[in-house]
């Protein structure tokens, strides 16, 4: 009598296939674990790197060549400045700068901005950001071809700026670098160092990852369109919205004196000038403006009110009086180290309308700014290269 067909017979190759897959694997975790030393510390063979994971610096900047789309806020509407979009693009290019950046392959001159979101304008029009319209109203006064390239991250702060000069603002050899920080700094001191900031704000990151980031990390490798399809719906689905600037949720530690966040902020100031000059270049620095709110409108629509919610490590109560003794620190490390300075919070009388959030400036503040920043460079730029025959004047 013939023994009944089984399921086994019917899938044996596949349910074989299956188990020594089950063997290998599960032998791979067994050896693993064997190996693995119970005090946690690696060891390696001579200069050869060991298993242990490897730690890095971070380049926070945006991904190069990809182009990005977002939705206004609701203060952004409130306050516009001009016209408001539904959308705002923000493109880089191969380097990782928004664009439009490198117009001319051969310029008379390389302008870099650097700083955080207020330097970035994220919710301004590219045509509009101040970076590239500032160079764009240079190149009119000087009749020189100009690259005004955005360097700027939204979260960065000034050491975040220091690791991006090194990394790849430097290469360009740029003729001028501006640095504009101030309340990405606040933020990172108030409670903690530079060093202790934790997520997408972290200095260094640390490459042991887990089988679920492995997993991540290969399926963006793999298929990185599916990928980033599947992770929309997810957040959808989650009811999470996606936001150009990541949250910061570590432990926060006492309240630090405002000397003592003065002080790092001097250091990584005067570490920007020095490493700029050392490589050839021109540091500028600037103030950053900061609005207060004097209605409750405006007071609804404030960055700090908006921040706390996000759980930004400020300070509510003293942030004003922090943003103004940082901004005094840029002027006082500006005449110590004899750079050029663009005090931006004196030279014009910000309100809602510049900014939309305090801080954040809308289409008609970049547009002054583009103008102020002009204005302070074009007699430097002029004076240095009158030697080369450069900072003549266009004819009218």
Same mark, same amino acid.
């Given at each position: 009598m013939d023994r009944p067909t089984t399921r086994f017979d019917k899938h044996s190759r596949k349910l074989l296939a299956a188990f020594w897959i089950f063997l290998v694997v599960a032998g791979l975790a067994a050896l693993e674990w064997s190996l693995a030393p119970k005090?946690?510390?690696?060891?390696?063979? $001579?200069?050869?790197?060991?298993?242990?994971?490897? $730690?890095?610096?971070?380049?926070?900047?945006?991904?190069?060549?990809?182009?990005?789309?977002?939705?206004? @806020?609701?203060?952004?509407?409130?306050?516009?400045?001009?016209?408001? $979009?539904?959308?705002?693009?923000?493109?880089?290019?191969?380097?990782?700068?928004?664009?439009?950046? =490198? $117009?001319?392959?051969? @310029?008379?001159?390389?302008? =870099?901005?650097?700083?955080?979101s207020t330097t970035e304008c994220l919710y301004v029009a590219p045509e509009n950001r101040f970076p590239y319209l500032a160079a764009k109203n240079l190149e009119t006064a000087l009749g020189l071809k100009i690259n005004g390239i955005n360097a700027a991250r939204a979260g960065n702060n000034s050491l975040h700026s220091l690791l991006l000069l090194a990394g790849k603002v430097l290469p360009l050899r740029p003729d001028y670098v501006v640095l504009m920080e101030a309340t990405n700094d606040i933020g990172s001191l108030t409670y903690g160092t530079y060093w202790q900031q934790m997520g997408s704000k972290r200095i260094i990151d640390n490459q042991k990852i887990s089988v679920d980031q492995a997993i991540r990390i290969l399926s963006t490798a793999l298929? @990185?369109?599916?990928?980033?399809? =599947?992770?929309?719906?997810?957040?959808?689905?989650?009811?999470?919205?996606?936001?150009?600037?990541?949250?910061?949720?570590?432990?926060?530690?006492?309240?630090?004196?405002?000397?003592?966040?003065?002080?790092?902020?001097?250091?990584?100031?005067?570490?920007? =000038?020095?490493l700029t000059r050392a490589w050839g270049s021109k540091p500028v620095l600037m103030t950053q403006v900061h609005v207060q709110p004097s209605s409750s409108a405006e007071q609804q629509s404030s960055f700090l009110s908006r921040e706390q919610v996000n759980g930004t490590l400020v300070n509510p109560e003293t942030f004003a009086s922090d943003q103004d003794y940082f901004n005094a620190i840029i002027r006082d490390v500006a005449e110590k180290e004899k750079v050029v300075l663009i005090d931006l919070a004196r030279v014009n009388d910000w309100k809602f309308g510049d900014v939309y959030d305090s801080i954040h400036f809308t289409d008609q503040g970049s547009k002054k700014v583009a103008e102020i920043v002009a204005a302070a460079l074009q007699t430097e730029i002029a004076s240095a290269g009158s030697h080369a025959g450069l900072g003549t004047p266009a004819p009218r």
């Open positions: 005090s946690g510390r690696y060891v390696a063979s $001579r200069a050869v790197s060991g298993p242990g994971p490897e $730690r890095r610096l971070m380049l926070r900047e945006w991904e190069p060549n990809t182009d990005y789309s977002f939705s206004p @806020p609701p203060e952004r509407r409130l306050h516009a400045g001009g016209d408001v $979009r539904e959308t705002y693009a923000l493109s880089t290019d191969a380097q990782g700068f928004i664009e439009p950046a =490198v $117009r001319h392959e051969k @310029p008379d001159l390389n302008i =870099v901005f650097m700083g955080g298929i @990185p369109y599916t990928s980033d399809l =599947v992770s929309g719906l997810r957040r959808r689905l989650k009811g999470e919205q996606q936001r150009p600037e990541g949250r910061d949720d570590g432990p926060a530690g006492p309240e630090r004196s405002r000397q003592d966040m003065g002080r790092d902020f001097a250091d990584a100031l005067t570490s920007f =000038v020095h």
